[in-house]
């Protein structure tokens, strides 16, 4: 699969919009059903980022339990027949959080694109599904780089360069977020690349492309998982944001006149700071290194627990890192994102393993930490092949 990764970086590197034939085709489609089942059983608001979208009938569609995908129907062609929705379309976003098994298929067919680090505004990956001619947002670009894994039915996507319709959006940044519902993009035809995919193929259009997904036959069932790489993502941003939230938070109390009346003048030059190059560097470096050079900003769910070996190792490539956050400690090791208790015992086990020694499960106990805590800890890293059994 390094031959993969290799193409992929090649495109992203040349901005270059291609579709890769057979090139996956090991992603299970039904994986998207159950996606959908667990999009509509779990309560989305208690997971972050994740967003589901249901339309038909030309309108989005409230998310009702009648319309949504039950076990019963079985697969999504099942609950497209039961619902008979006139060009139905499920999108569902940040699937990772719902299933990280996901995001750890992603991570094993296109391990290499992520080997110099993760994009400064990190990925997502969302499924697309229904039976419809064209996207429901109309010709419109996005802040990310996508790369689209085909599962079912054959998708045509048009892709236009950022300057064919750049002026009709004025002051937009190649990397900015945009739509042009009303454009008829038919008429542009002769200025679009037209990249046809199937189950297998991948296809991949830079940020600053236009684009729209249509599908020849809207009777037939298409669905795709798209993987963006979000390329407009600012870390220095991201700690001004922070520096904005505790002022308007009030974690900054008690402040003498002196310093209150100098805060709008302090935040201005810590925005300053923080947007030079060097610091933006070091921030970037420290975003990367937490995220192990794979991962998401929100936490997936834990995983169910399993056998933890006598012995064992690490094995992670972008190594086992942890970071305090709120009185707890994150680990972030292989793309997963994990709480756990902060404790001194807890941290030598991470440092021990990040020695890369081989450990015995039996010499690690705690009178105060449970060996319950520990087994899970191994178990979360056992689960994304960061550590194995020696
Ligand atoms: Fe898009």
Same mark, same amino acid.
């Given at each position: 699969m390094e031959a993969l990764a290799s193409s992929l970086k090649q495109l992203m590197s040349a901005r270059q919009p291609m579709v890769l034939h057979r090139k996956a085709g090991i992603f299970p489609s039904s994986w998207a059903f159950d996606l959908s089942l667990a999009a509509t059983q779990r309560s989305l608001a208690a997971v972050p980022g994740a967003r589901m979208r249901l339309y038909g009938n030309g309108q989005e569609l409230p998310l009702t339990e009648d319309l949504l995908p039950q076990p019963a129907d079985q697969h999504l062609a099942g609950w497209l027949d039961r619902v008979q929705l006139r060009q139905p379309g499920l999108i569902l976003n940040n699937v990772q959080c719902l299933r990280p098994e996901v995001w750890r298929w992603v991570r094993q067919l296109l391990g290499g694109v992520f080997a110099g680090g993760m994009p400064a505004g990190g990925c997502s990956l969302e499924v697309f599904t229904g039976r419809y001619r064209e996207s429901f947002f109309g010709l419109h670009k996005d802040d990310q780089d996508v790369v689209t894994f085909v599962l079912e039915g054959t998708k045509i996507f048009y892709v236009w360069p950022f300057e064919v319709f750049s002026a009709l959006a004025p002051g937009l940044q190649p990397l900015g977020n945009h739509g042009?519902? %009303?454009? %008829?993009w038919r008429q542009h035809l002769d200025l679009a690349l037209r990249l046809e995919a199937r189950p297998g193929d991948i296809v991949y259009w830079p940020a600053e492309a236009w684009h729209i997904a249509a599908a020849d036959d809207p009777d037939l069932l298409t669905t795709t998982l798209g993987l963006g790489f !979000?390329?407009? =993502?600012n870390p220095a941003q991201l700690c001004a944001d922070a520096v904005a939230a505790a002022l308007a938070d009030g974690d900054i109390p008690e402040l003498p006149p002196f310093f209150r009346d100098a805060i709008p003048q302090g935040v201005a030059e810590i925005l300053n700071f923080l947007g030079q190059p060097s610091v933006r560097e070091r921030t970037e470096d420290q975003l990367l290194s937490w995220l192990t =050079?794979?991962? !998401?900003t929100t936490l997936p769910e834990p995983v169910e627990p399993s056998e933890v070996p006598a012995r064992f190792h690490a094995v992670a490539r972008g190594g086992i890192s942890s970071l305090p956050r709120e009185s707890q400690r994150v680990v972030g090791a292989c793309g997963r994102l994990f709480r756990i208790p902060e404790h001194p015992f807890l941290l030598d086990l991470l440092n021990s393993l990040a020695s890369g020694a081989t450990l015995h499960r039996n010499a690690w106990q705690h009178d105060e930490v449970g060996p319950e805590v520990v087994d899970w800890i191994l178990t979360e890293l056992l689960s994304v092949d960061a550590i194995e059994a020696a």
């Open positions: 042009l519902p %009303d454009v %008829d !979000f390329r407009g =993502g =050079g794979y991962g !998401f």
